[in-house]
């Protein structure tokens, strides 16, 4: 059963909106959360991560807000732009050596 | 810096046959990881090695064997592949662990 899972396979958004990607987790233990942002034919590119003693860690245009109550973070994109189209995974992480993966969400932003 | 690379970039396999996906990072990093992603599933680890010397299993490492060479270098090999090892699999390297890892470009393997 999956640990970490993101319920919307895609996900289309207007240029300059905002973008809101969800995961949810089961794993109580999971202490570090991180967004990876993938292109077609390429490696996943880290993008984002927050330990679980915060609850919102944001670097420019990205903001990843944590709930560790719900086991639930989220990854906004404001504003959104049509390079960000990509699929986007969540990861968690238990004792630092191994990584848990979502899904993937397909974002597509329209010009 | 040509961060984690990868080889082959394709390969496609007849079932029974063996061999061996090549991994290789300049980042000094102690940590190199294997996944492989399948539709729907997300990237899945297969083994991992924490440092030099150490290998541990993920969640699927039935049919595959790894060998940490050396603090650069870490190869995953099919002994005898089978249809169900159809993936695209990425090796990936972090330091220190668990901050976000660095990807190769992915090696797509077909097994017939």
């Known amino acids: 059963d999956q640990q970490v899972k993101q319920n919307s396979p895609s996900l289309s958004v207007q240029e300059g909106r905002i973008s809101i990607l969800n995961c949810d987790y089961t794993?109580?233990?999971?202490?570090?959360f991180l967004w990876y942002k993938k292109y077609p034919a390429e490696g996943p590119t880290f993008l984002i991560s927050?330990?679980?003693?915060?609850d919102k860690n944001e670097d420019g245009r990205f903001t990843v807000f944590l709930n560790k109550s719900a086991k639930h973070l989220s990854l906004h994109i404001v504003p959104s732009q049509p390079g960000d189209s990509a699929v986007y995974f969540c990861?968690?992480?238990?004792?630092?050596?191994?990584?848990?993966f979502g899904s993937g969400t397909k974002l597509n932003v329209k010009p | 810096n040509a961060g984690v690379t990868q080889t082959p970039k394709f390969q496609v396999l007849k079932t029974g046959q063996s061999m061996t996906l090549q991994c290789a990072q300049d980042?000094?990093?102690?940590?190199m990881y294997w996944y492989r992603q399948d539709p729907g599933m997300g990237l899945r680890l297969i083994y991992y090695?924490?440092?030099?010397?150490?290998?541990d299993k993920g969640e699927v490492p039935n049919g595959y064997n790894v060998s940490r060479l050396n603090k650069r270098e870490f190869s995953l090999r099919l002994e005898s592949a089978a249809p169900s090892q159809t993936s695209v699999y990425f090796c990936?390297?972090?330091?220190?662990?668990?901050?976000?890892?660095?990807f190769g470009p992915g090696t797509r393997l077909t097994v017939l």
């Open positions: 990936a390297s972090s330091d220190p662990p668990g901050q976000g890892e660095f």
């Open positions: 794993n109580s233990m999971f202490d570090y």
């Open positions: 927050i330990s679980s003693i915060k």
């Open positions: 990861a968690a992480n238990d004792n630092f050596n191994k990584f848990y």
């Open positions: 980042m000094n990093h102690n940590s």
């Open positions: 090695s924490a440092s030099e010397g150490t290998t």
